[in-house]
């Protein structure tokens, strides 16, 4: 049977509230990349998300940031790799802490589009997790998208786990279109659902000028703060499971 990781960036709490219905997502996804405190989220919140999914059977992944609470790590920062190889390991220590067994790391916004162009950056968050698996005894695999950060996981003996989005527009070189763009997010349930089963099937999914790319993706993510999030995901839920494709965590 074919199957497919289905995850969403959750426990984003800013000053205490939740910017997603993280109890109507973590019903459907398979993995939930847990806000840790860079950009959001703090200890209750990581809790309450280590809690549901236990309840739901949800993997847990840790999302750390730069550490950008004012801009929701979505600035790029200029850090010292040592620096910013210390927020990392501190980020998904404390995930750890508030009772994760975290399965995987995937960084978070600015820093998510830097680790794939900037080979500094990318081997600064490869050894922060790299750190991190050799104090839980595993490795910790890296989810992202493509870049400098898939050699930088390699050279530091982690996984690399790549993953396609389903509401976010693709640009012909296969980098996202920059929120605020034209054709930059996707909202439509229905449309979501069927480039979900497209690139579980084929791997893969139309840029925004119409051109045809690959994206062999092991996981597929929903942003749980778009407005249309769970609606959204519940329709991607059920077309998978109506097209016979397992929805599965790969860690």
Known sequence: MASID???????????????????????????????????????????????????????????????????????????PVDLRAAIVGQVAALVAAGADVRYVKP???????????RGEADAVAAAIAQLS???????????LHGEIVAAAEAHGLPFVREAFLDRGYR??????PRGEPGALLAAPALVAARAVRLARDG??????????????????????????VAMAEAVRSALDGDGIAVRPPW
């Open 6 to 80: 289905l995850n969403a960036d959750l426990g984003e709490t800013v000053d205490g509230v939740p910017t997603a219905d993280d109890e109507a997502m973590f019903a459907v996804v398979s993995s939930a990349s847990v806000a840790c405190g860079g950009h959001a989220g703090d200890a209750v919140s990581m809790r309450t998300a280590v809690e549901r999914a236990s309840r739901f059977g949800v993997a847990v992944g840790a999302h750390p940031s730069y550490p950008d609470r004012a801009g929701f790590g979505r600035v790029r920062i200029a850090l010292d």
């Open 134 to 144: 050799g104090a839980l005894g595993r490795p910790l695999p890296v989810l992202g």
């Open 172 to 177: 012909p070189d296969g980098t996202l279109v």
């Open 204 to 229: 893969v999914v139309d840029a925004v000028d119409g051109s045809e790319l690959r994206a062999d993706a092991a996981s597929l993510c929903v942003h749980g703060d778009s407005p249309a999030a």
């Open 108 to 118: 978070h916004g600015a820093l998510y589009h830097a680790v794939a162009s900037d």
